[in-house]
């Protein structure tokens, strides 16, 4: 009985110790989401594509680029000359899509 105690004591120890130590690496590397703080950038991008119906995915097609490498893109504020290229493509791909009824989801 004194031996499952023990393991049982063993168990719980190791368990708080994972923890403690998960949430404190959590709190290193989300420390902005933990106190709240959420600063999405390039939202003038992000809400003319929506506007005009444009996926983020065909603006980095028109790009030459996969769509992830775009969003990892739009985490950091982009120059005027790529913000004014991005909204030309938005511009030519709503003046393409425009007569084009679709019915996919947002």
């Known amino acids: 009985m004194l031996k499952y105690k023990i393991l049982h004591i063993f168990v719980l120890t190791i368990f708080v110790v994972y923890v403690i130590i998960v949430t ?4 290193k590397v989300n420390n902005n989401f933990l106190k709240g703080v959420n600063i999405m950038r390039n939202q003038d991008i992000r809400q003319e594509a929506k506007s005009a119906g444009v996926r983020l995915w065909q603006i980095a097609e ?3 680029i996969q769509d992830a490498n775009f969003s990892r893109k739009l985490r950091h504020e982009l120059p005027y000359e790529d913000k004014r290229n991005i909204f030309s493509i938005i511009a030519s791909l ?3 899509m425009e007569g084009v009824v679709c019915n996919e989801r947002s």
């Open 94 to 96: 709503k003046e393409g």
């Open 62 to 64: 028109r790009l030459g």
């Open 24 to 27: 404190d690496d959590c709190k």
